[in-house]
């Protein structure tokens, strides 16, 4: 099986190459020529580890050892056994994937990329060292940096906008551990350290700027189709708990709601239905920036608008990097019509997909948005009706579910994706069920335990006393040189 651009057919490469370079040359995602045949009821049979290594070994072949880097990716960094455990809730079923090492979704895969990228150096027999540069408005960060701290031959630096993330997300990065890590905050907004992370890619590519250094730049993001693999399984996961509960049998559909952003998580889902896996519905949930929501239901794709900053701050965005696999997807793999829209994007901030495409992207997919009255309605509903307490970007996850259900009156088995723990968010939770909002985050997150008896995550409770290692603010002019000097 080869990888190429979703933008061209030509060059390609094998799946360890695709880990190891990330983004394509010509800016396009890494998609296979074909997808693998996969036999999805024996895949369903094992425990998650199992069906983590059958997936990724289907979709990554040139990675050897893939039960290996499985278990060494997750043993012991997840609360929860089996990974991501689901809960009846209501109608619903909520998967929760913020089990992790930093109570948010991304650690699924950010546990797995280290491993798939040093087995993937090994395989190519490349010893220069790796450094992982990452902007984040939150979540992404931490991740990247408790997947990667003291991984050998990989460095990683997080840039974060100063003042622009909680509190509680500063104090996961700026007590980061580890000897290869490093945390910088930069005067801006998420714009600035995002705009100045890819300057510096880009003040790299010839090479010359890195001479004498004896490393090479990489990402972190889920353009990456190494973090994008790992996040197959949880959808297998699900359906094979829906099954031990014996809510369908085998073979039934089974939707699924998302909190999107990315559009990284969802494609996942998608993925997991081309594997075979009886994938109803994927439905769309984005905030207040629903760009997705008009896509999906309009076919023209619109970034020409103002950012909002919401309560689920990680779907605060306006162009989803992960869409263009899925175009490519839909197209039945039409890279011309794929670079053409990417360039009419880049040009003109919005294109339109021809009418085919945007049919058979209707028939598997829905979207609907909710602002933040709708998502904290949705908290405190959840909580009054089930004594289940979701964080915002869940919220929006059920909320839309429940939008759905209403709209078409589809009554397979829902799957919503529960993509943070509430204590990443304790202020709009705690205002959302009407909790007291006195003292800052921290003593919101004991009040939040208090009133609802739901225990904090142990990462998030030891975080109050541990010391700051990284305390820097730089301008964004000064990032190059920083990461010039690491
Ligand atoms: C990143 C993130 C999302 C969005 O996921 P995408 O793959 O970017 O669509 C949703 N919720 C939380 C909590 C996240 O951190």
Known sequence: MLYHSTRSNENCIDSAQAVLNGLAPDGGLYMPTALPEFDWQACLQGDTYSMATKILAALLPDIPDMEQLVSRAYTGKFAAPDLTPTVPVGDYTVLELFHGPTSAFKDVA????????????????????????????????????????????????????????????????????????????????????????????????????????????????????????????????AYRDLLDRKQIAMGDEVNFSVPTGNFGDILAGYLAKLLGLPVGRLICASNANNVLTDFIRTGVYDRKRPLHKTISPSMDILVSSNLERLLYLMSGGDT??????????????????????????????????????????????????????????????????????????????????STASPYKFPAAVLEAIGGSMDGDEFDQMQTLQTVTGCPIPENLADLRGKPERHTGVIAKEEMLGYVLSL
């Open 110 to 237: 950010l546990c797995m990329l280290p491993q798939l990228l040093t087995a993937a150096k090994a395989e190519k027999g490349m010893d220069e060292k790796i450094l992982i540069l990452t902007a984040t408005s939150g979540d992404t960060g931490k991740a990247a940096l408790a997947g990667f701290r003291d991984v050998k031959g990989v460095g990683i630096c997080v840039f974060y906008p100063d003042g622009g993330v909680s509190k509680v997300q500063r104090a996961q990065m700026v007590t980061q551990e580890g000897n290869n890590v490093a945390v910088c905050a930069v005067w801006g907004n998420f714009d600035d350290a995002q705009t100045g992370v890819k300057n510096i890619f880009a003040a790299c590519q010839d090479g010359e700027l890195l001479r004498g250094k004896s490393f090479r730049l990489s990402s972190a993001n889920s353009i990456n189709i190494g973090r994008l693999a790992p996040q197959v399984t949880y959808y297998f996961k």
């Open 336 to 417: 011309a019509l794929v670079a053409s829209l990417m360039e009419r994007l880049n040009t003109e901030g919005c294109y339109t997909v021809p009418e085919a495409l945007k049919s058979a992207i209707e028939q598997e997919f829905w979207a609907d948005c909710c602002d933040d009255a709708g998502a904290r309605s949705a908290i405190c509903r959840v909580w009054e009706n089930h004594g289940y307490l979701c964080d915002p970007h869940t919220a929006t996850g059920w909320a839309v579910a429940e939008s759905y259900s209403r709209q078409t009156g589809d009554s397979r088995p829902m799957v919503v994706l």
